[in-house]
């Protein structure tokens, strides 16, 4: 079993564990604090009035459902994730809020998605995790249109997202063996540099690539911050292996750690990403990837 199937297997078992379930405990939290991003993509992607939309990475379903309740029964929305947690709880809000959108439990990468069937492709955080970024791309761009728009979000470096790294900074020194995330492998950070966005792009038969920067105050309640911090990131994956005092002493310095980010009964930070826009390249430039 080579690296690359290695890290696929191990992203399933992650977000159809541990990971996917954090996510479904803290989907109302977690939809309100990005809520401004989505509602970034929801104006820029409605205002193409795609017919078929697909949403990668698309979690509980927010992105993919306000997708649908904007661009109305004339359009199609389909979220994709690779965790079951997650898709079962989109189909669960869709259903509850009488929306019709689909979802799809695959991994996007190599999922045998309907041919030049889509119109926009979009994704809010859910594109950093493929082990083969350029193939994810290319699978995208066979599932879509000539004149498909392609519309992401995703983070910048963690240098300018100082509340996505203080757990595992204040927590190092408690924990050795702390999870370290690396620039280049899957993960929050994969998409920090725009060459390497550009090219992931590029070689995935997109074109008129442009990336903006986009700085978004997100916020949140404070009394949620504490199941924030001990169920989501690299912290939380290593809570578990910890006896019961050394756990708490991690806990209590984590939160402390926040203290800077609580105004009152609100956790504030700024979230620094990066807002993608492309489109589908020519046929002769994809001929390669069909």
């Given at each position: 079993m080579g690296p690359a199937r290695r890290n696929d297997d191990a992203q399933a078992a992650r977000w159809n564990g541990p990971g996917g379930n954090a996510w479904v405990?803290?989907?109302?939290v977690l939809d309100e604090m990005f809520r401004p991003l989505e509602t970034l993509l929801v104006d820029a992607v409605s205002a193409q009035k795609p017919g078929q939309v697909l949403d990668v990475g698309c979690g509980t379903g927010g992105v993919t459902l306000a997708l649908a309740r904007r661009l109305g029964p004339a359009s199609r929305c389909v979220g994709v994730d690779i965790s079951g947690p997650l898709v079962t709880a989109a189909r669960e809000r869709a259903e509850r809020e009488a929306t019709p959108a689909s979802f799809v439990h695959a991994d996007a990468q190599d999922h045998a998605f309907e041919p030049a069937a889509f119109d926009a492709v979009?994704?809010?955080?859910?594109v950093m995790f493929f082990n083969d970024p350029v193939r994810a791309f290319a699978n995208f761009r066979r599932a879509s249109t000539d004149r498909a728009r392609l519309r992401l979000v995703v983070w910048r470096g963690p240098e300018e997202n100082p509340f996505m790294t203080t757990a595992e900074r204040a927590a190092a020194p408690?924990?050795?063996g702390l999870p370290t995330r690396r620039p280049d492998e899957p993960g929050?950070?994969?998409f920090a540099d725009p060459d390497r966005v550009r090219g992931i792009l590029t070689d995935g038969g997109w074109a008129e690539i442009d990336l903006r920067p986009v700085d978004v105050e997100c916020v949140f309640p404070e009394s949620a911050l504490l199941r924030y911090l001990t169920r989501l990131g690299p912290v939380s994956q290593v809570l578990g292996e910890l006896d019961e005092d050394r756990r708490k002493q991690v806990v209590e310095t984590v939160r402390a750690a926040f203290d800077p980010f609580v105004e009152g009964e609100h956790a504030r930070f700024t979230a620094a990403c990066w807002d993608v826009d492309a489109r589908a390249s020519s046929e002769a430039q994809t001929r390669k990837f069909r």
């Open positions: 405990e803290l989907q109302p979009v994704s809010r955080f859910g408690l924990v050795p929050q950070f994969a």
